[in-house]
């Protein structure tokens, strides 16, 4: 009997590709292929239908339309004025990205997209939270950095040489410094920043356009797996205690041991 497949897989089309996984199971089977190319970043996603945007752009529709014209600028500015005497004695000056990155782990709405060096911990991240709607599967995704990061320098010099006003419109990769995001360690995690409005799968089929090679990978997993996957994630040491080094991870722990059988 022939064996049976272990997952879907579409061919690559403008760096993108897509991997339809028929159980847990064989998740580890396939990053396998990629645990190796360091170069990639990873991140998890509870529905499959998501796209990859940052919580600021899901909220710029709701805000009025004669006052988007510099709604990231102002919302930063008003979170740094709001943070005012709530860092601590003598905290440290941060720029623009580093800040962004503070607000991030403290619920501000930011155009940073949180990702991970660990298809594992992205996997976790991809089914510890339940809620509805949700989609038949889950999804984790892959992010090829130093392709990314080279297109992004390409872009940029022909932004500059073309002197067109405004940011360029690149994806750049965050890795703050700032010790006021402990969790940030334990999550080996890093943020993208993407142009404004633009997704990140569409960002590389733009900027890939006709590349036979994969530098997004969209891996979604059942739904149904839940339980199997936060288990064997738990025997990788990966759960709420290790990647949220707080008492809200303790929590979380203690409340995943409630629902989830022999955890």
């Known amino acids: ?3 049976r497949p272990r997952w879907v897989e579409s061919p690559v089309i403008d760096g993108i590709k897509n ?16 645990l190796n190319l360091s170069a990639y970043v ?3 996603q509870r529905c499959d239908d998501w796209k990859l945007v940052p919580t600021l752009d899901r909220e ?11 709604v990231a600028e102002n919302h930063l500015g008003a ?5 005012r005497g709530r860092r601590g004695p003598n905290p440290p000056e941060l720029g623009e990205n580093d800040m962004w990155a503070l607000g991030q782990h403290h619920g501000l709405a930011t155009p940073l997209l949180d990702w991970t060096s660990s298809p594992f911990a992205a996997a976790f991240f991809a089914f510890m939270n339940e809620g509805r709607p949700q989609t038949p599967r889950r999804a984790v995704y892959a992010l090829h950095r130093t392709a990314v990061e080279l297109r992004s320098a390409q872009i940029r010099t022909e932004h500059t040489r073309a002197n067109t006003p405004g940011r360029a419109p690149v994806v750049e990769f965050v890795t703050p410094l700032s010790n006021d995001n402990p969790r940030l360690v334990s999550q080996g995690g890093l943020f993208t920043r993407a142009p404004s409005g633009i ?3 569409s960002w590389v089929r733009s900027s890939f ?23 064997s994630l738990n025997r990788m040491n990966i759960n709420h205690v290790t990647l949220f080094p707080d008492l809200y991870g303790a929590a979380k722990f203690c409340n995943t041991s409630l629902v989830v059988d022999n955890y």
């Open 42 to 44: 990873w991140r998890g």
């Open 19 to 34: 991997y339809e996984l028929i159980g847990w199971h064989t998740y580890g089977k396939l990053v396998e292929q990629y």
């Open 1 to 3: 009997m022939p064996n």
């Open 60 to 70: 710029i529709p709701k805000v009025a339309f004669g006052r988007r014209g510099n």
């Open 209 to 231: 356009k006709g590349q036979s090679d994969a530098y997004c990978i969209k891996i979604t997993v059942p739904d149904g797996n839940r339980h199997d996957c936060l288990r």
């Open 79 to 83: 979170f740094r004025y709001a943070t």
């Open 199 to 201: 997704d990140i799968e």
